[in-house]
C-alpha cells in the first residue's frame, strides 16, 4: 500500500484566494482525520470522518473551513477564502475500524501538505 | 476533558547515552497512551503505545515507554541514542471512557537533538 497520499506537498497562494488540500486514505480504513501543525498551537485536530460522514467537526477554525468525504478514497480540505494565519502543515491520517481496543488503533499521517498564504 | 503535556521543548543527548523524553497527561478514566516520531518533512511515524496490561512498553527503533498511572506519566526512553533519533518527538492520549470520540489528543511536541 502506498499510505496516505496527500497533495499538493506545497501551495504558496495569495491571501482570499481558494485553497484546496486532498487526501487519500489506506484503502479499507474507515476512519480519516484532518489536523493541523504550526509552531505557535502544536498539533491540531480539525476535523474527523467515519465512514464518510463528519463526526466531530469542532477543531475547523471558521466558517471559511470545510471539508468533504465523498467517497471512502477521497477527501478534501478547503479554505476560502484563505488568510496569512491559515499558514501551516495539514496532515490527513487514517486509521481502520478498532478491533478488541477501541479507540486504540494507531493512525497513519500522509506526509503532509504545506500551506503558505501571503 | 484529555490532556498531554510535555515539559521539554528540547532534550540535548549525546550519541551512546541514554535519553528520555517526559511526558504526562490527564483523563478522566483510564487512558491509551502513544509515541509518534516525526522526521523533517515528514508526517509523523507511530513509535509505540501502551494498551493495558505490562507498564513497560517496547517499540520501534530501540524505543521504550513506562506507564506510571500514580504518576500519570509516560516517558520515552532508549538505552543508547543515536544521531538518527534526532526528531520530533509527539506524545498522544485517548481517553477509554470517551467511547464516542476517536481522536486523540497530542501534547506540544519535544525535538530531540543527538549530537555525535
Known amino acids: 500500500d502506498a499510505g496516505v497520499i496527500q497533495s499538493p506537498r506545497h501551495e504558496v497562494t495569495e491571501m482570499g484566494q481558494e485553497v484546496t488540500l486532498r487526501c487519500k486514505p489506506i484503502?479499507?480504513?474507515?476512519?480519516l482525520f484532518w489536523y493541523r501543525q504550526t509552531m505557535m498551537r502544536g498539533l491540531e485536530l480539525l476535523i474527523y470522518?467515519?465512514?464518510?460522514?463528519?463526526?466531530?467537526d469542532s477543531g475547523m477554525p471558521e466558517d471559511r473551513f470545510s471539508a468533504k468525504m465523498p467517497n471512502a478514497s477521497f477527501s478534501t480540505l478547503k479554505i476560502q477564502p484563505s488568510e496569512p494565519r491559515d499558514s501551516a502543515v495539514y496532515f490527513c491520517?487514517?486509521?481502520?475500524?478498532?478491533?478488541?481496543?477501541?479507540?486504540?488503533?494507531?493512525?497513519?499521517f500522509g506526509a503532509g501538505s504545506r500551506l503558505t498564504v501571503l | 476533558a484529555q490532556s498531554v503535556a510535555q515539559p521539554e521543548d528540547q532534550v540535548n543527548v549525546a550519541e551512546g547515552n541514554p535519553l528520555t523524553v517526559k511526558c504526562t497527561y490527564s483523563?478522566?478514566?483510564?487512558?491509551?497512551l502513544f509515541w509518534y516520531v516525526q522526521y523533517p518533512n515528514r508526517g509523523l511515524q507511530f513509535l509505540l503505545k501502551?494498551?493495558?496490561?505490562?507498564?513497560l512498553v517496547k517499540g520501534s527503533y530501540g524505543f521504550e515507554a513506562e506507564f506510571n498511572k500514580s504518576q500519570t506519566s509516560f516517558h520515552l526512553k532508549k538505552p543508547s541514542a543515536l544521531v538518527s533519533d534526532s526528531a520530533l518527538y509527539f506524545c498522544?492520549?485517548?481517553?477509554?471512557?470517551?467511547?464516542?470520540?476517536?481522536?486523540?489528543?497530542f501534547g506540544s511536541g519535544t525535538r530531540l537533538q543527538v549530537q555525535p
Open positions: 491520517a487514517s486509521t481502520p475500524t478498532p478491533g478488541g481496543f477501541p479507540g486504540a488503533n494507531v493512525l497513519t
Open positions: 470522518f467515519n465512514n464518510n460522514v463528519p463526526i466531530d
Open positions: 484503502s479499507g480504513h474507515d476512519y
Open positions: 483523563v478522566s478514566g483510564n487512558p491509551y
Open positions: 501502551y494498551i493495558t496490561g505490562d507498564n
Open positions: 498522544a492520549v485517548r481517553d477509554i471512557a470517551h467511547t464516542g470520540r476517536r481522536a486523540l489528543t
